[in-house]
């Protein structure tokens, strides 16, 4: 990745992870809670693709396995937003534009359901069942309800600063002006007019010159 994408990505993960533990996790919502990390890394990952989209899924899901309060084992969300986050990139539009809203929030429907399934499987496989007690049907309705929900003020602000990120607007903005301020420069300055309005000058002096001359040759042959 590059470091502009590095660099982008780690501040968002870290800006969601501690709004979602200080503030989301507080409201004590019936069923799941809505999950901001996810809706980060599937906002970067439909701007990034499936290869940056498991990436920043892997560091985001590390980085939510070792801030507490987590009680699980390390490693766990980091593998299941690895492999939501690669999901979600293959969604990503050819041209990188999204023609309407259908498609990014089924992705999060999907994301949010297939989340809850892949952390109940992957926490099955060591032995941890607290998924079966609290209702995994209802774990799943409403970390879909809420992640949807969440969805419309969280995903399209990624996407952008994604996209300007990509794009580097700064740099080609910087190189533009400096473009267009040296180009306007040059024209405001007249150099190139002057030199020619100079060297026109002084060939129309040349010219009358010689026919100045000329006509006084002509007049004392005449005399």
Not at 5 to 16: G, P, Q
Not at 88 to 101: C, F, H, Q, T, Y
Not at 139 to 161: E, K, N, Q, R, S
Request: glycine letters at 14%.
């Amino acid at each position: 990745m590059r470091f502009n994408r590095m660099l982008l990505s780690t501040a968002l993960v870290v800006v969601a992870l501690v709004i979602q533990v200080s503030v989301l996790a507080r409201l004590h919502l019936p069923g799941a809670v809505p999950d901001l990390v996810l809706l980060t890394v599937l906002g970067l990952a439909m701007v990034y693709g499936h290869v940056g989209g498991a990436l920043v899924g892997f560091g985001a899901g590390l980085l939510a396995d070792l801030v507490p309060p987590a009680d699980h084992a390390a490693g766990r969300y980091a593998l299941v937003l690895c492999v939501i986050g690669y999901l979600a990139g293959l969604a990503k539009p050819e041209n990188g534009r999204l023609k309407s809203a259908s498609g990014p929030m089924a992705v999060v429907v999907a994301a949010a359901i297939g989340t809850t399934l892949l952390y109940a499987g992957v926490g099955a496989l060591v032995g941890d069942t607290a998924a079966r007690h609290v209702g995994l049907v209802s774990l799943m309705v409403t970390a879909a309800a809420y992640d949807l929900l969440l969805a419309p003020f969280v995903v399209p602000g990624i996407m952008a600063l994604a996209r300007r990120a990509e794009n580097d607007p700064l740099a080609e903005g910087g190189s533009g002006a400096k473009a267009a301020d040296v180009s306007s420069g040059w024209l405001s300055s007249g150099t190139g007019l002057r030199v020619s309005g100079q060297r026109g000058g002084l060939r129309a002096k040349a010219v009358k010159a010689r026919v100045a001359r000329a006509g006084r040759i002509k007049g004392v042959k005449r005399l």
